[in-house]
């Protein structure tokens, strides 16, 4: 992980565009801008938590780690949130793995750092309470998802979800790491994508995904991504400064 000397950027975390410009300022001097490689752990389960991450491209896992070592994405965290909620909620470790699952950048800092901040009781903390309802949100839909809708509307779903995080409608992905994510055999992945292929929804190859007609995909998709959408834009509606 390549750590880069000057925070002083455009703001492109939303989280953190939306903090009003005093307490921006006042996070500055502990931000460092950071690579967030592709398949990077940013932290293990069970391990203390040192760094949360405002990511600003690129997208993190979390993921829930079985005994047999197989793993199910159970939250998603892109240019819209922060990596390392269990320290604001009062522990420093968690049962899940953090894994760079699109290749960018963000801003870490001292998880401890972080915690002063929060603590402090103004708009960070607002922002960051809601984010973690909103993150709520993303996790219970997720696990009525898995259960109910079949693999094609959720794969649509998660399809729609990577794109409006990495605001593109192209970005690298293999069907074995897809699988991995939903927790499903690379096979089904495999039928699953060629009937959205067929649709005219996505392409596939090498190893890139390309969306051509998001309001198709968005029709094959379940309900789960439009209610999740609305309500981090309802909890949030974070806009780039």
Known sequence: MSVYKDPHQPIKNRLLAALPAEEYERLVPHLQLVSLPLNQVLYEVGVPIEYVYFPQQGIVSLLSVLEDGSTVEAGMVGNDGMVGLP????????????????????????????????NRGKALQSLLLRYTQAMLTQVSQGVACNRMHTLEERLARWLLTVQDRVESNQFPLTQEFIAQMLGTRRSGVTVAAGTLSKAGTISYSRGKITILNQGDLEAISCECYGIIKAEFSRLLDTEHR
Do not use: D, Y
């Not at 909620?89 to 290749?103: C, H, P, Y």
């Open 87 to 118: 320290v604001i909620l009062g522990g420093n470790k968690t049962s899940n793995r953090a894994l760079v699952q699109v290749t960018g950048n963000g801003m870490r800092m001292k998880a401890e750092l972080l915690k002063s901040e929060f």
